[in-house]
């Protein structure tokens, strides 16, 4: 490798002569932006020099920040989990190439992370790019009110209709579209501006591997990452969400006296702490009802529209998991409800070997049944709640009733006893409370 001096105009400029291009043999060449000096270049090209033969020594580009990580995302793609993958694009597009992606990479410091941190955390949360065309505020003022004083949906649609030519063509179906897009606003609008510090934290996880992989492939000396000062994750900020055991024991009830089709997918989550694509992708010749067992091998994730078969998300998410005779009686019982349901479909009726399925046979999309127990908890009048939050309801309760970490660990699937510990950690500090009584009660 050989530097030069170049003046051209009232500029001088640095030349670098790399080594020919191994798969055509052709001349490469580098020139390092003007100096205002001759000997401003000269120690330019020196230090240049000096990093190739430290190995250090970058090639100038002018690739941007977001073309990198759209690079990157596909060089990645093949490497990591579906789920996993749209986390990661997401997360890059919205918060980190929404924000600085216009900046060159080389230009991408410490100070500029920081920076994307802190406005993440500012002011960082994205309103929902689906608002729909919906009504005039009056509709639905009066949508509101009707629903408030007890009609049903039907009736409410058909008094919109009668009240206001716009509705005139007003469905039940629409109408619940309606209203659901307005609980969401109002759920938007009691939100905070800025983002969950944990969230910020995994940005920086993210982008802290896409730069690492810039110096790994020669388009970076360093990781500014490495020095950058992200937010300490942990638990979000607003806690975890979990319902107390008489809330869940009214959902049930609920469920159950309703002819819910899905009592039973409720059930076996509420009672076993289960992921949600977990219980999707969940076999019969996975399940031991005779001997109150299940065997976890395989999940059904959901990407955008995409739904994928896939393995547990860890290796200890492969396991067993023994059932309760009450669990054991409600699958049974979903069961002959599955087989009789069967018979009216026919021939038509994909088998696919699946607990949970639509009524051909297909399995559920995950979103889909999150959507549905959102609904359901809404119409029995309970207080919201994710359908994750009834796989920490589970761990929350096991713990509260002395149910051993390392156990609630083990049914979780998590990877570490750690992780279980530090979701809850709420819990376990009134297990600490509880084990400084019973020890001293021995003595004193």
């Known amino acids: 490798m050989r530097g030069s001096v170049v003046k051209k105009g009232d500029r001088y400029y640095v030349k670098i002569e790399l080594d020919p291009d191994p798969l055509t043999g052709k001349r490469r060449q580098k020139w390092h932006s003007g100096f205002r000096t001759k000997r401003e270049a000269e120690k330019a090209r020196i230090d240049l020099l000096s990093k190739f033969d430290r190995g250090e020594y970058v090639e100038p580009t002018h690739q941007t920040l977001g073309e990198y990580l759209d690079e990157w995302l596909k060089?990645?793609?093949?490497?990591?989990?579906?789920?996993?993958?749209?986390?990661?694009?997401r997360n890059m597009r919205n918060h980190v190439i929404a924000h600085i992606g216009t900046t060159r990479l080389t230009?991408?410091?410490?100070v500029t992370l920081n920076g994307l941190y802190g406005q993440l955390l500012s002011s960082g949360r994205r309103l929902p790019s689906r608002t729909g065309?919906?009504?005039?505020?009056?509709?639905?003022?009066?949508?509101l009110e009707l629903r408030a004083d007890g009609l049903s949906l039907v009736a409410t649609a058909e008094q919109l209709q009668?009240?206001?030519?716009?509705?005139?063509?007003?469905?039940?179906?629409?109408?619940?579209?309606?209203?659901?897009r307005q609980n969401q606003r109002r759920a938007i609008d009691d939100m905070p501006d800025g983002l969950d510090r944990r969230t910020v934290n995994y940005v920086h996880t993210i982008v802290h591997r896409a730069l690492k992989d810039a110096v790994r492939w020669g388009r970076?000396?360093?990781?500014?990452?490495?020095?950058?000062?992200?937010?300490?994750?942990?638990q979000k900020s607003d806690g975890i969400h979990a319902w107390d055991a008489t809330t869940l024991r009214s959902f049930l009830t609920q469920s159950r006296e309703s002819g819910d089709r899905l009592h039973a997918l409720w059930v076996l989550l509420a009672t076993t702490g289960m992921r949600r694509g977990e219980v999707v992708g969940l076999r019969w010749k996975d399940v031991d009802l005779d001997k109150g067992r299940l065997r976890i091998v395989q999940t059904i994730i959901q990407t955008r529209s995409d739904v994928t078969i896939s393995e547990p998300k860890t290796t200890q998410g492969r396991r067993a998991v023994s059932l309760d005779a009450a669990t054991v009686a409600v699958l049974?019982?979903?069961?002959?409800?599955?087989?009789?349901?069967?018979?009216?479909?026919?021939?038509?009726?994909?088998?696919?070997?699946?607990?949970?399925?639509?009524?051909d046979g297909a399995c559920l999309r995950p979103n889909a049944v999150s959507?549905?127990?959102?609904?359901?908890?809404?119409?029995?009048?309970?207080?919201?709640l994710t359908l994750h939050g009834l796989r920490h309801t589970w761990a929350t309760l096991a713990l509260e009733q002395g149910v051993h970490p390392r156990v609630v660990q083990e049914r979780l699937g998590h990877a570490t006893i750690a992780i279980t510990l530090g979701l809850y950690s709420?819990?376990?500090?009134?297990?600490?409370d509880d084990a400084a009584g019973q020890v001293a009660s021995l003595f004193l």
């Open 162 to 180: 009668a009240d206001f030519e716009e509705a005139a063509n007003l469905t039940k179906d629409t109408l619940a579209s309606l209203l659901r």
């Open 133 to 143: 065309r919906g009504y005039s505020p009056a509709v639905v003022a009066r949508a």
């Open 371 to 384: 959507a549905q127990f959102v609904r359901r908890a809404e119409q029995y009048g309970l207080p919201r």
């Open 220 to 234: 970076l000396v360093r990781n500014p990452a490495d020095s950058a000062d992200p937010p300490r994750g942990g």
């Open 332 to 359: 049974r019982d979903h069961r002959k409800a599955m087989l009789a349901e069967r018979l009216l479909v026919g021939p038509d009726f994909s088998d696919e070997g699946l607990v949970f399925h639509q009524p």
């Open 75 to 89: 060089a990645i793609e093949h490497t990591v989990r579906p789920s996993t993958f749209d986390s990661y694009g």
């Open 107 to 110: 230009k991408v410091d410490a």
């Open 426 to 432: 709420h819990v376990s500090q009134t297990l600490h």
